[in-house]
């Protein structure tokens, strides 16, 4: 019997509630709820949240009180009278962030929040506590399909918070280990070293489930495998998120840990978007979420099957809400129903971010979240791309933003060095970063296989 899993969800958890006013049990109850509904009742719903956020920010948002003419056909059918608001892209919200708050919001009263994201530019957003708990509420809702419950143990492979000190990264994991009941494995500092006291460690832990980047539980299950490590118990799943779970990294990731591959499918500025359930099928979280795919060129809707631009409008955002926000995602709708019994809208495909792993000079792997990190305290620099073209070289380009100064390239290469060691690194200033052939920008790029690395 997990006991901390236990004093999590019966006492920690409860006591939260009621001293913070914490809603996450109450919005989990809440989305279990409206899973089952009919699939026309669960559209109408949707319908109905839509129509009051539209109608809010007709009259609360300064960026769309330009369309407070679609006020009737917002009452008459919210569906079309959102495809009549302009799609917002990142760079517009950043240029124009202050005029997405609620005109009635108390500032001081929202969290901030920002994205490394994997355009490479950090979108820097306020967000309020409603909202949070229920994209909490989300993610919890999917785990339960696999039986995993607020509380259960798990072992995150994640990226470690680089700016804390020694002793408030002590902190930082006591917390998460006794108030959470999870332990962290840096996804900055993988080698085939340390897998070995990783496994052992987990072997001691037995989490419940895994969770963290794609590409990281992939490396970590190569190395595995190579190693011949093995856990000695079989957790009930392993999740997969922030990037692209290809169907390659789906069979190393499950051949190595024994168990099925959850894939969770969110943006930290979309919250969670889509949950894989036990037929594989990803189910929309429509309750909070209204998507859209849109045509490349033209921005018309696309028909179910076909790809498109992904854009999210969240239903839950009233404090500073972006309407058909743009993640930079390629996606399609299906009009399949699924035989798990959930009534949830589902996405056929989702060709979304995906990082590059690095290779230090030490040997150790550095995920593409690592340069994220790093910006997000360089505010001067608008857009950054990281080109590893050998073990010993990099070229790092850099679009000035309108604060940048020169220090702050140098502030980058330090911490580069820090982590990858005393490469050498090329800085270009450009205007513009070219996106690949499919369209999408990469900001992290390895140009030889790992192996070459090793």
């Not at 994640?158 to 994991?173: A, F, H, T």
């Not at 943006?267 to 209204?290: P, S, W």
């Not at 390239?409 to 050498?424: H, V």
């Not at 052939?437 to 390895?446: D, L, M, N, P, Q």
């Amino acid at each position: 019997m997990d006991i901390n899993g236990s004093i999590i969800r019966n006492i920690i958890f409860p006591l939260m509630e009621k001293r913070k006013g914490n809603q996450i049990r109450r919005n989990l109850l809440y989305l279990q709820e409206k899973q089952n509904l009919p699939k026309e009742e669960l559209a109408v719903f949707q319908k109905m949240k839509l129509k009051v956020l539209l109608n809010h920010c007709i009259n609360s948002v300064p960026a769309y009180s330009t369309y407070k003419y679609l006020i009737d056909e917002i009452n008459q059918d919210p569906t079309t009278a959102l495809g009549k608001f302009p799609i917002l892209t990142k760079r517009h919200f950043m240029e124009h962030s202050e005029t997405f708050l609620d005109s009635k919001v108390d500032k001081n009263s929202l969290i901030p929040n920002s994205t490394g994201g994997s355009t490479g530019e950090p979108v820097r957003f306020f967000m309020d506590r409603n909202q949070v708990e229920f994209y909490e509420a989300a993610r919890w809702r999917g785990l339960s399909w696999w039986g995993i419950d607020i509380g259960d143990s798990s072992t995150m492979i994640w990226g470690s918070p680089i700016e804390l000190g020694k002793q408030q990264e002590i902190i930082y994991r006591l917390k998460e280990r006794f108030l959470k009941n999870r332990i962290l494995i840096s996804a900055y500092d993988l080698n085939f070293n340390s897998v070995n006291q990783y496994v052992a460690m987990m072997n001691r832990f037995k989490p419940m489930y895994l969770y963290g980047y794609a590409s990281s539980l992939f490396l970590f299950a190569e190395m595995m495998l190579k190693n011949n490590l093995s856990l000695k118990y079989k957790p009930k799943a392993v999740v997969s998120t922030a990037e692209t779970l290809h169907e390659f990294q789906r069979e190393i990731i499950e051949k190595a840990f024994l168990t099925r591959t959850i894939n969770e499918y969110g943006a930290r500025d979309g919250g969670i978007i889509a949950y894989q359930c036990q037929n594989g099928k990803m189910h929309l979280t429509a309750e909070n979420v209204f998507v859209e795919v849109v045509d490349f060129d033209t921005k018309q809707p696309v028909n179910p099957g076909e790809s498109g631009l992904l854009l999210v409008t969240d239903l839950n955002n009233f404090s500073m809400p972006r309407l058909r926000y743009q993640l930079g995602d390629v996606a399609a709708l299906s009009t399949d129903t699924c035989s798990c019994g959930l009534n949830l809208p589902i996405l056929s495909k989702i060709d979304g971010r995906e990082d590059d792993i690095f290779v230090a000079i030490s040997g150790n792997y550095v995920h593409g979240h690592f340069f994220n990190q790093i910006t997000r305290k360089l505010k001067g620099i608008r857009q950054f791309q990281i080109i590893q073209h050998s073990r010993n070289k990099m070229t790092l380009k850099i679009i000035k933003g309108e604060d940048f100064d020169d220090s702050q390239a140098e502030q980058f290469k330090e911490e580069i060095y820090k982590k990858m060691g005393k490469i050498e690194i090329n800085i270009e200033y450009v205007d513009k970063i070219p996106t690949s052939a499919s369209g999408k920008f990469r900001y992290t790029k390895r140009e030889f296989p790992l192996a070459e690395g090793i």
